[in-house]
């Protein structure tokens, strides 16, 4: 049985990923062929006793890049692997951020494992409700002793590009209804937003009959997706975790599991898939009366686009 790799048809219609999120080039993989410096081998494997079945090459590829991956560990950083299974982790970081497979956290920071705790879903989004999102906090800020937790959205996100374009006009199905339901708050923040590019953007969209996804380097596009990261750090900044770890702060003799608690700073980053490059949003919170630390990323300038 062969299974396929495409998502339906109409939720690619729903979520217009044509511009945002292309979801199948041939070049990808030659280029993760080429990355891994081996072709990619189809391996017969036994399935059960009557049949045999290949590889494909979509598959040997990850088996190709795990062994590269591995190589590369043992001669740059021998030993790693022993130490984190053995020590266990203490991630300096806590990364939330997007689904979207331009947007590793590993990759975009070129970070060795152990460094990042993550979250990731759709539109990096945020809701003391979602209790997969919520208990990652919980665990990295009580039991991990993270510093930092980092907010990255990203432009051309396919999830906030889908909040503004029309919703299905049809009936949905599961998966289409999954996706509308988990977006329907960055759809709010775009219906109510006052910042200028939004405002202009809906202005636009509202003499459109059926609204279309924005090009990546909208203004107004680009402001949602700066305004949906502002959310999710406002939300975290008031949630009860980091509210009552602040209060530990103060109280003497106070230890977690993770020790002694530990001043936490929650960051709110956007990185452009364009370029490679990370920007901060300047909304950084962190205990009160305690001062934000520097952050080594360019501010992003409302109304820009950078090169």
Known sequence: ?????????????????????????????????????????????????????????????????????????????????????????????????????????????????????????????????????HSVLAYAVAVLGVQHVIVMGHYGCGGVAAAIASPPSTSMDVATSAVQTWIEPIRELYQSSNRTEIVQLREQNNNQTVVGAPGINDPGFRALVEENVKAAVQRIASDNVILNHYTTLNSPNTTQPGGTPQDVFIHGWVYDISNGEIHDLGVSVGPPGVPIPAIPFSVVTPGTVSA
């Open 1 to 133: 049985m062969k299974l396929s790799i495409f998502p339906s048809a109409f939720l690619l219609s729903l979520l217009s990923f044509s511009h945002s999120h292309p979801l199948h080039d041939p070049r990808s993989e030659v280029n993760l062929v080429r990355r891994n410096n081996t072709e990619p081998n189809a391996t017969t494997i036994l399935t059960d006793a009557s049949t045999t079945t290949s590889v494909p090459p979509t598959l040997q590829i990850l088996a190709n890049g795990n062994q590269a991956f591995r190589d590369r560990m043992n001669q740059e950083e021998p030993g790693l692997f022993q130490n984190l299974t053995e020590q266990g982790q203490s991630p300096p970081f806590m990364f939330l951020g997007c689904s979207d497979s331009r947007v590793s956290e590993f990759t975009i920071f070129d970070a060795l494992p152990g460094t990042l705790f993550a979250e990731r879903n759709i539109a990096n989004q945020f809701h003391s409700s979602d209790p997969n999102a």
